[in-house]
């Protein structure tokens, strides 16, 4: 939830309960954004909601909110079971939004808890045993815990897909379909994105019912918060540059992108050789080291924190100043999701996207998704020499070689056989004299029958 002085009085028209406001109060939020004002009242009034945002505009608080404000209300004490699923794609945002869930019940008697891969299993069967309304939830994870019937989901109220963008670039579909077989078929379902795509559309259609379309902002776009700017480069350059970017302009707060795990160990190992204390977090590493990576970063003990896009999704990190994109995703729309991770709050952010010869259409791409032509600079040593035209989207190159111009001449291919060198012979070529021979033969047949 975004803290912001543009209406004092707002968290006194969404009609919650004192136990939440007070919540709220505790965490310093006296105001609610444009997402909030319009997903809380559609929840509450028991809608089912496609909801759309630019990430970091506070979409978490719009859905947990008047989902505890309901279940406090109808609530019997000693009754813990489970009453809402909360489904995110990735373990970061799991423990991202069951932490926001757990400080925005602060004075409620809900019980909450969060399940994922590389946590505990058989903790958090006991959890489940022991009781609890509200669950965040893997996809994954959650099914195994059905499989074994460590839950009960015929009781849940209301089902939320967040991020739904990533459930579905993920692949996670098939795994969603299975869990709604489960669920009752009489819910509340809310779906909210960063993006509302055709194919998230699609999706609601499926598992919504009469759905309420909440679009605050329109696909693509991006925070006026956050200044955007490329550096064409030579790919063989970009780890130096890199590396004098982040030396050279004495950034303490960076949050380098990649695609490919191997590509982040390899940042990693350079950077942290030149003295820049670097860690890296993707799907090979442990909870245990990703947590440990991320609370460091936050801690400023570690300088640059290296991410692929799965694994940096629902990452919570206060006062980011800057994001570096080493490579274009290989998903246009994650883009949008990686420097949404800066300029948070309405304070300002650095967006820095590093392109080589080879990205160039990828980064059309991505012009054409936010509705804008960012602006290059070159820098001298880095900035490539030669141009190369790709031949389609993301295909192999052609170095644009000269040409004899519009008034040369162009020398024509040869259709003779050149004299000083032989041409192989074919069988071919055998039947060529045969047919050459064979009129003149039958010719001479026919004069000797005369």
């Known amino acids: 939830m975004i803290n912001t002085l543009k209406n004092k009085n707002a968290l006194d028209t969404l009609a919650l309960s004192e136990a939440l406001e007070n919540a709220l109060k505790d965490k310093g939020y006296t105001s609610v954004t444009a997402i909030q004002s319009a997903l809380i009242p559609a929840i509450l009034a028991s809608h089912d909601v496609m909801a759309g945002a630019q990430t970091g505009t506070g979409k978490t608080a719009g859905f947990v ?6 279940l406090s209300e109808n609530f019997v004490a000693g009754h813990h079971y489970p009453k809402a699923i909360i489904i995110a794609p990735t373990r970061e945002l799991v423990r991202q939004v069951g932490a926001s869930v757990e400080a925005y019940a ?52 209301y089902l939320v897909l967040d991020e739904a963008d990533t459930i579905l670039d993920m692949g996670f579909v098939h795994e969603i379909s299975k869990i709604l077989e489960r669920l009752p078929t009489k819910k509340q379902t809310i779906l909210v994105s960063a993006t509302l795509s055709g194919a998230v559309k699609r999706l609601g259609e499926k598992i919504l019912v009469k759905p309420k ?98 694994a940096a999704r629902g990452l919570d990190i206060p006062d980011l100043p800057i994001v570096i994109n080493y490579d274009i995703p290989h998903v246009i729309g994650d883009y949008i999701h990686r420097i949404g991770r800066t300029g948070r709050a309405g304070k300002e952010g ?22 804008k032509r960012l602006p290059q600079e070159k820098l001298e040593g880095y900035a490539p020499k030669i141009i190369e035209v790709q031949k389609g989207a993301r295909k192999k190159t052609a170095i644009v070689k000269s040409s004899d111009g519009a008034f040369g001449k162009k020398k024509k291919k040869s259709t003779t056989f050149s004299s000083t060198k032989k041409r192989k012979t074919t069988k071919r070529d055998g039947f060529k004299v045969y047919d050459a021979n064979k009129p003149k033969e039958e010719s001479k047949k026919r004069r000797k029958k005369r």
């Open 65 to 70: 909110l008047p989902i505890l404000e309901r």
């Open 106 to 157: 602060k004075y409620v008697p809900l019980k909450s808890t969060t399940l994922y891969g590389g946590g505990n299993f058989k903790a958090q069967t006991n959890t489940l045993k022991a009781g609890v309304d509200i669950i965040v939830t893997t996809s994954g994870r959650l099914l195994e815990h059905l499989y074994q019937k460590h839950l009960d989901v015929s009781s849940v109220k």
């Open 350 to 371: 650095l967006a820095i996207t590093l392109i080589s010869p080879l990205e160039m259409v990828a980064l059309k791409d991505v012009e054409k998704l936010i509705s």
């Open 213 to 310: 379309l909440i679009e605050v902002d329109a696909m693509g776009s991006v925070a006026s918060t956050v200044e955007q700017i490329v550096y064409p480069v030579e790919k063989e350059k970009k780890l130096e540059l890199l590396s004098y970017l982040i030396g050279s302009r004495n950034y303490q707060k960076v949050l380098v992108f990649v695609r490919r795990k191997a590509l982040g160990d390899e940042l990693g190992e350079y950077l942290n050789s030149y003295g820049l204390k670097t860690a890296i977090i993707h799907g090979d590493k442990s909870t245990g080291d990703r947590n440990r990576a991320l609370e460091g970063f936050k801690n400023h003990k570690i300088r640059v924190l290296v991410a692929t896009d799965i």
